[in-house]
Nanobody
Framework: QLVESGGGLVQAGDSLRLSCAASGRTFNDYAMAWFRQAPGKEREFVAAITRSGSSTYYADSVKGRFTISRDNVKNTVYLQMNSLKPEDTAVYYC???????????????????WGQGTQVTVSS
């Protein structure tokens, strides 16, 4: 089970930190990712982190502003979002895929587990 938290309404330029708490499986067997979906748009990749945390991957649109991290003791993955823009407004989902899946991290394929999402709204 994945449960996101930390979303909210902020102004452009503000920061937010999303959290995703995992339970029920061995957390460090899974690579973790954040995706987002804006109204009327496809769900898109935001960031991913390998199971050890040694490697991270970002969409070009968030590179340099967002940071993904994980705490394998607390079974939690985070998304620190800085310099938020109105176009970052979306429902943010965390997702987990088993470490042995070898596809690219930015596609939804292979992510077997998804959270319910948390709303992030950035006003201009």
């Amino acid at each position: 089970q994945l449960v996101e938290s930390g979303g909210g309404l902020v102004q452009a330029g503000d920061s937010l930190r999303l959290s995703c708490a995992a339970s029920g499986r061995t957390f460090n067997d899974y690579a973790m990712a954040w995706f987002r979906q804006a109204p009327g748009k496809e769900r898109e990749f935001v960031a991913a982190i390998t199971r050890s945390g040694s490697s991270t991957y970002y969409a070009d649109s968030v590179k340099g502003r967002f940071t993904i991290s994980r705490d394998n003791v607390k079974n939690t993955v985070y998304l620190q979002m800085n310099s938020l823009k109105p176009e970052d407004t979306a429902v943010y989902y965390c997702a987990a895929r088993y470490w042995s899946y070898s596809g690219t991290y930015s596609t939804r394929n292979g992510y077997a587990y998804w959270g319910q999402g948390t709303q992030v709204t950035v006003s201009s």
